[in-house]
């Protein structure tokens, strides 16, 4: 297995069996929110079918001339299509419908990797799905999606469904304290901050985010106009709501004096005591069950981003405000 690869064992080792078999499917679909790894596996098994030099692993090797050109985008039976703009478009799928009939020039296969499939307008996403009733016989498509249910189940049908779930605690903060050479508390503190996400935990290290922390602000806030500041600053950096959480979940356990092992934000622990007697148990639970839906309300809605934002800002200062 590639070493970038964290987490995904049993996913990583069935498509190393298929190409070993020589039984790779003509379509497969990826499903998993945003940084789960879906991306770097797809990566990684394209590179497994075009590796003209396997090692004893079974894994690419990295260093032949298909593993370099896929690295430096340049080979000719491998493309990833995104999305342009906000959609992928008829033209991209035309586009690959016209290359992928004709035989692979130097790999065994043409891979096609299609990112943010929901993104696929009906124009597209019919068109696709021709291709999927009759896929060539030297190609393999693989769709990548956040959310499967937005993908017609015709097009679901005619793939092979493998689903990426975030990683356990545990298994990512052994991997994260392997991989990139940190303490355990760091890398624990990591894992409950990205939520068992790979990409948010490697953003999280990369960005050097566990350091001296500061209290959100929503957290200390009095004054509810300051709501709509708040929401804008959400909605630049949704993913600053599991974090939110995070900060809510640390509340709870001072609260309940819980062991300081447990807290994700330890530098921050005397902030975090200073605050709690402003907060109830109940306020909390209901502070964090508003995140959670307001998450949730973005995601699967077509709900206003920044008018769902604001109506928890609100929503979570009138909390402090009713304590």
Avoid at 46 to 70: F, Q, Y
Avoid at 138 to 166: D, G, H, K, M, W
Avoid at 170 to 182: D, R, S
Wanted: overall charge neutral.
């Amino acid at each position: 297995m590639s070493n970038e690869i964290i987490g995904h064992k049993n996913i990583v080792s069935q498509l190393q069996n298929a190409v070993k078999s020589e039984r790779i499917a003509g379509a497969y679909l990826f499903s998993g929110i945003k940084g789960v790894g879906k991306e770097t596996v797809a990566m990684y098994f394209a590179e497994l079918i075009l590796c003209e030099d396997k090692n004893n692993s079974g894994s690419p090797c990295k260093s032949c001339r298909g593993c370099r050109k896929i690295e430096n985008g340049n080979h000719p039976d491998f493309r990833i299509i995104r999305p342009d703009g906000a959609q992928i478009k008829i033209d991209q799928i035309r586009e690959l419908q016209q290359k992928i009939h004709y035989p692979p020039l130097e790999g065994r296969r043409k891979i096609y990797i299609l990112v943010n499939t929901e993104c696929m307008n009906n124009y597209a996403a019919n068109s696709l799905l021709k291709t999927l009733e009759e896929p060539p016989s030297a190609s393999t498509i693989v769709l990548l999606t956040e959310n499967i249910e937005t993908i017609l189940p015709t097009i679901r049908s005619r793939c092979q469904v493998l689903p990426f779930y975030p990683l356990a605690q545990k298994e990512l903060t052994v991997a994260l304290m392997g991989q990139f050479n940190i303490d355990e508390h760091t890398a624990s503190s990591i894992t409950i901050l990205s939520g068992g996400v790979v990409g948010n935990a490697i953003s999280l290290i990369e960005q050097d985010s566990i350091g001296e922390e500061s209290v959100p602000k929503i957290l200390i806030e009095t004054e509810k106009l300051a709501a709509f500041r708040l929401a804008e600053e959400f909605e630049k950096d949704i993913e600053n709501l599991d974090k939110l959480i995070s900060w809510y979940r640390d509340l709870l356990f001072i609260q309940q004096d819980a062991p300081i092992e447990l807290l994700t934000h330890r530098t921050a622990i005397e902030q975090l005591q200073m605050l709690t007697p402003r907060y109830s148990r109940v306020r909390i639970q209901q502070s964090i069950k508003t995140v959670f839906k307001t998450k949730e309300l973005i995601k699967n809605t077509n709900v206003t981003k920044i008018l769902a934002l604001e109506v928890m800002c609100l929503q979570l200062l009138q909390d402090e405000n009713s304590s």
